[in-house]
């Protein structure tokens, strides 16, 4: 690993060397690079909070030090640290400030900054401000948007650090009134209805009992027009307009992090003087547990809203779902979960592999994966033969023939992701996980030895021979032959014994006469074919099936006080029968799956004004002269240039002045075409105007070589892809395209066995900064990157005067090049380096490095872009001048992960290659994940060397669905269509609830919000789109003379009426929402007129 990190870094410093000479050709505004390598997170925590307070640069190595010795102490990046760093730098023990109050505010900015990990904006942009009441001497907090960079977790952790300062120093503690307690839930009330919908609404109970228990001032500065709808004029509250950033901790931050801060509470909060102002966090809790379990029955969360389109896969109450499965395969965990390839084909293609599902638990969502091992689907066919699916291929043959889906497959979900989540174990259904386990106890059986050995290594290949030899002596009957005998009462299990022994067995299949009692092999999920004249029903692995009912004793069943089916067989057959089933899971689509270039508003490839002149399409290339706001810097022998180098003799220039300018763009452009010497384009997409401080624009050749290979730029000045993340440790050569010579070229000598690399099928270990991209699509990530290289090689040589870099002409040229991985709303992306292409619409890396991006794989997506583009082409004065404009910018960059310093979340995936049986006997017990100890990657933070494992294979990653139908299917209704009729076929969903859930989640609030924005819409010119309140006098756009049109049509409204009528008749769905329906179309009728109608002559 120390190789690969030397390897990695070497080739970090070239990147960073060729551009630095770039940049010395004075043709940018700084002549270094702007994205400094991040050594480690306490340089990356004084980089941010030095740029507001510039103080911090000098005293960097009393700060570090003093967090090296806290970090021996507490360990590295604990809650501790940032407490007591925080507390001294309010303290002022390293520097004076000029007042306590900047002291307080910069030494909570450090401690949000540390407990970050360096990598968001949220301790400058998120917390704006410190104020002590200068009458009763308490402690404000001014909160901002951005905060919600810093996560739900860690916005209520500087609560803590906030009343570790304020005890401290003395301070009192906030006691609001009872009109402040009243005026915080009205505005966080506003905030939900006019401003976002968010996860949680806590009660008016749950913000009076928060309000009065926090011991400092959760305040902000007001970000939104409107003003609260009462308690306005209050004394100690300096504004009557919402604010968001105040809102944002009530909503993302308290109510749902109070059981994680009272976890933390009880570990330090002693130690920190932190128990007495926030033991109440335990009478919170349970408040909002009651609040819990006084909500209706069968509420589940994910089931709140069912978007149309978005079909629901199974519900926790019907039979038939996701059978849970305890494991991890080499894709997923750490926040993904795996499905059989064959079950994505069979849901009619809406889960494709990377798109997201909203689940019943243990989390919220999670990003599908694919693990050909568990179990597949079994369907119903029209022919009414019952089927088990075990292939893609299978699955493509039968899907437009399946009547009813009985049991749509396994959901594999790690320990890891039950662990993180703290939510109880649930009892594991009996699997070859388990059976391998039973089996390592017999070790004298009259069996081949051999072929014991083979078993241990693989239980999923096994004969029915196999499994009955062992059977009989006192090895549980292998799951492989057990069904779902846990959906039957105890009068179908004697119905179903009666009807299985009357069968005949030919050729090891059972031959049973067709009758009504069919359904109770159905019900049972057990596969059966129906003969020529569907007289007779064959059943596969017939003898395990008559042998397990043979000689049951069924006038005893209805005697036995057992309720568990499975134990009443296991009782009155031969054999050992365990539980098939324990859970089910309920599951519905949430986001597809995504991989698409970034794309600003008007799809911009140069940022450089084109005003109003630009017209709708915003084209340079249309423009001839134009007066604008800019920079103009001076050269003392040629007069002003716009860019910071002189255009005539190419000196940089420094120090502009903004000011209204009238700028020939049309020689510009054509300067730049002499420079670059090649073809000119119509269209070169600009932006309306320069929002950055200083007015800086990028200089045009850049935007000409983007147009040339149909590139687009984002705010800050680079090229990004934007992929789901997907997790992946292990990979064959054959899954990524790359040939066995590269790899070894890149460092894999070895697989996870120990042999060298020969063969394409090995399985190797995935390095923790390599990454794979999609080919998936015409615009996919390879041809786009491959595109993007073109690019820098080509503004290498002819802007910058320097050699090319890339020199790729097909995709896999790009392997081996490094790029950056960044997460939404941080500042700090991480360097990866390809190693192959994947047919998915995501990226898959290592958990590490998704890790020390700040993100998890359960639906969340990155940015991607080029090191090299990165570096040639940021800049900090290309950011627009407003809150939250940072966020998403490299302002530094992390070259090499540092296990301790990555997001802990990732600690808790496990890494086991099998899960010990006490895994399973806490299972049954339903305790809690940590009370039973598996290694896990929080167990090996300081060993470089450890070896990951994974308890569940699967054949290829690629095998399974590649974009979901939700994408391929335009139509709205035509999806909810499709929805409705997948819904239909599933046993484990309820079509009536579904469609019902349809209108009242989003039908009706879709056509309710469209109409409320009719009323309230703005005009539109058809020729500049500058958008007008209220139409001019004139009737015509005053900018450029071009009609105006409204924004919104009747049709966007309407568009749902009628399909939701005809669901709401065919499925009788309840009085409310259908009355509800009725009333919108006579508004709509009354508002636009009644829709004359065709009549038919009997009609008179």
């Known amino acids: 690993m120390e190789k690969y990190f030397e390897n990695l ?52 190595n009393q700060i570090i030090d003093r967090i090296l010795k806290l970090e021996e102490v507490y360990g590295v990046g604990a809650d501790e640290v940032a407490l007591e760093i925080s507390k001294e730098i309010a303290e002022e023990k390293f ?17 949000c900054a540390y407990n970050t990990k360096g990598v968001v904006g949220a301790p400058i942009e998120g917390i704006t401000n410190v104020r002590i009441d200068q009458k009763d001497n308490f402690l404000y907090i001014y909160y901002a948007g951005p905060i919600r960079t810093a996560g739900g977790t860690a916005q209520v952790f500087t609560l803590f650090i906030a009343d570790y300062i304020r005890k401290a120093l003395g301070l009192n503690r906030y006691i609001p009134t009872k009109e402040e307690r009243e005026r915080y839930y009205t505005e966080i009330t506003d905030y939900i209805t006019y401003v976002t919908r968010k996860q949680y609404k806590p009660s008016e109970e749950e913000v009076d009992f928060l309000v009065k228990n926090v011991p400092v001032c959760i305040t902000g500065e007001p970000t939104e027009k409107r003003e609260v709808s009462k308690h306005k004029e209050l004394e100690r509250v300096e504004t009557t307009r919402i604010r968001g950033g105040m809102c944002l901790i009530y909503l993302d931050g308290l109510p749902l992090k109070a059981e994680k801060l009272f976890k933390k509470l009880k570990k330090y909060g002693e130690k920190f003087g932190l128990t007495d102002s926030w033991s109440w966090l335990e009478d919170f809790i349970k408040l909002k547990k009651k609040k819990k379990e006084n909500k209706e029955k069968g509420g589940y969360k994910f089931l709140e809203e069912v978007p149309a389109g978005r079909p629901v896969y199974s519900m926790p109450n019907l039979t038939g779902g996701f059978r849970l499965r305890y494991g991890r395969s080499r894709n997923t965990g750490y926040g993904c979960f795996g499905f059989h390839p064959a079950t994505l084909h069979i849901l009619d293609s809406f889960p494709a592999i990377a798109s997201q599902m909203k689940i019943e638990l243990p989390g919220k969502s999670c990003t599908v994966g694919v693990c050909d091992t568990i179990e597949g689907p079994v369907v119903k066919l029209k022919s009414g033969e019952v089927i088990k699916i075990t292939s893609v291929k299978e699955a493509e043959e039968c899907k437009n023939n399946i009547e009813k889906i009985l049991f749509v497959g396994d959901v594999l979900v790690s320990y890891g992701d039950f662990l993180e989540n703290g939510v109880k174990l649930i009892p594991s259904p009996y699997t070859e996980e388990l059976w391998r386990i039973d089996l390592k106890k017999f070790s004298n059986l009259n069996f081949n030895k051999r072929r014991f050995e083979e078993l241990l290594k693989n239980p999923y290949n096994i004969s029915e021979e196999e499994a009955l030899n062992l059977a009989e002596q006192g090895v549980p009957l292998h799951p492989k032959f057990i069904y779902f005998y846990n959906h039957l009462s105890k009068e179908e299990l004697i119905n179903l014994t009666e009807f299985i022994n009357s069968g005949d067995l ?89 991989a698409q270039m970034r794309k600003m508003k008007g799809s911009p490839q140069v940022l450089f004004p084109v005003g109003q002149k630009g017209g709708r399409m915003r084209n340079l290339a249309e423009v001839d002269y134009l007066i604008t706001e800019i920079s103009v810097f001076s050269c003392p022998e040629h007069g002003d240039s716009i860019y910071p180098f002189c255009i005539r003799c190419g000196k940089h220039l420094r120090n502009p002045k903004i000011m209204k300018k009238q700028i020939n763009v049309k020689g510009l452009l054509n300067e730049c075409y002499n420079k670059l010497k090649g073809e000119k384009f119509s269209i070169i997409k600009g932006v309306r105007g320069v929002s950055s401080k200083h007015k800086i624009p990028e200089p045009i050749e850049k935007g000409i070589l983007r147009a040339k290979y149909g590139l687009y730029v984002f705010r800050d000045g680079t090229i990004r892809y934007d992929m789901v993340n997907a997790p992946l440790t292990h990979f064959k050569p054959k899954e990524i395209g790359t040939s066995v010579e590269k790899l070894r070229e890149l460092g894999y000598e070895k697989d996870i066995y120990g042999n060298p690399l020969e063969r394409d099928d090995q399985i190797l270990e995935l390095f923790p900064q390599d990454f794979i991209i999609s080919t998936y699509g015409e615009e996919s990530a390879a041809d786009y990157f491959l595109r993007v290289s073109k690019f820098i090689d080509e503004e290498l040589e002819k802007f910058y005067g320097v050699g090319k870099f890339y020199n790729a002409k097909r995709k896999e040229d790009l392997i081996g090049h490094l790029f950056l991985d960044i997460a939404p709303h941080t500042i ?9 292409f994947t047919d998915n619409r995501c990226h898959y890396a290592h958990p590490y490095l998704f890790a020390a991006t700040r993100r998890d794989c359960d639906g969340e997506e990155n940015g991607v872009l080029f090191l ?23 302002l530094s960059i992390t070259t090499l992960i540092n296990l301790e310093e990555v997001d802990d979340e990732v600690y808790d995936m496990d890494i086991v290659f099998e899960y010990p049986e006490e895994f399973y006997l806490k299972c049954e017990e339903r305790a809690y994940p940590w009370e039973i100890k598996v290694r896990k990657v929080g167990d090996i933070l300081k060993d470089n060397n450890h070896c990951i494992g994974f308890t569940i294979d699967t054949l290829n990653i690629n095998h399974g669905v590649h974009i979901t139908k ?24 309820d079509e009536k609830f579904v469609a019902q859930k349809i209108i009242s989640s989003h039908f009706l609030k879709d056509v309710k919000g469209n109409l409320r924005t009719f009323f309230k819409q703005t005009f539109r010119c058809i020729s500049c789109n500058t958008i007008y309140r209220r139409p001019p006098l004139r009737g015509i756009c005053l900018k450029c003379k071009g009609n105006l049109v409204l924004t919104v049509s009747e049709g966007t409204i309407s568009k749902y009426i009628e399909a939701s009528r005809k669901i709401a008749e065919y499925y009788h769905i309840s009085d409310y929402y259908r009355q509800q329906l009725e009333l919108l179309q006579t508004q709509l009728e009354n508002l636009f007129g009644k829709k004359a109608r065709q009549k038919s002559l009997s009609a008179f």
């Open 506 to 594: 030919k050729d090891g299949k059972l031959i049973i006469k067709n009758d009504e009692r069919i359904k109770l092999l159905e019900k049972a999920v057990i596969p059966y074919l129906l003969s020529s004249d569907r007289q007779y029903i064959i059943v596969e692995n017939g003898r395990s099936l008559l042998k397990t009912f043979e000689n049951i004793q069924t006038e005893k069943i209805l005697d036995e006080n057992e309720e568990n089916i499975y134990k009443l067989i296991s009782k009155f057959s031969k054999y050992i029968i365990k539980d098939k089933v324990t859970k089910y899971i309920g599951a519905r689509m949430g986001r597809p799956e995504k």
């Open 828 to 836: 700090s992306p991480v360097v990866c380096r390809l190693i192959g």
């Open 9 to 60: 870094k070497r080739e970090i410093d070239k990147v960073y060397d060729i551009s630095n000479k770039a940049k010395k050709s004075g043709k940018d505004v700084e002549l270094f690079v702007e994205s400094p390598q991040a050594s480690d997170k306490n340089n990356r925590c004084i980089d941010i909070i030095s740029t507001i307070y510039p103080k911090f640069n000098e005293f960097r």
């Open 95 to 111: 520097f004076r400030f000029s007042n306590k109050e900047e002291a307080i505010c910069a030494g909570l900015r450090f401690g």
């Open 868 to 890: 090299m583009d990165t570096l040639l082409n940021f800049s900090r004065e290309y950011l627009p001048e407003k809150r939250g404009s940072i966020s998403d910018a490299p």
């Open 966 to 989: 939700y994408k391929e299917v335009g139509d709205m209704v035509d999806k909810v269509m499709r929805q409705i009729e997948l819904a239909k076929r599933l046993n484990a969903v």
